[in-house]
């Protein structure tokens, strides 16, 4: 997911709280695109 989101002020790490606001912040977008399934993916 990380290489899908254009980061362009640093490379974040696995454990940066970051990657966990854009994994939140996608399954919020999949859930508006009725893709439930998906969504609890990225939200685990």
Request: a positive charge.
């Amino acid at each position: 997911m990380k290489r899908a989101l254009p980061i362009r002020e640093k490379a974040l790490e696995p454990d940066d709280p970051a990657v966990g606001d854009l994994l939140e912040l996608y399954a919020n977008v999949l859930r508006k695109m009725n893709r439930e399934r998906e969504a609890r993916a990225m939200a685990a």
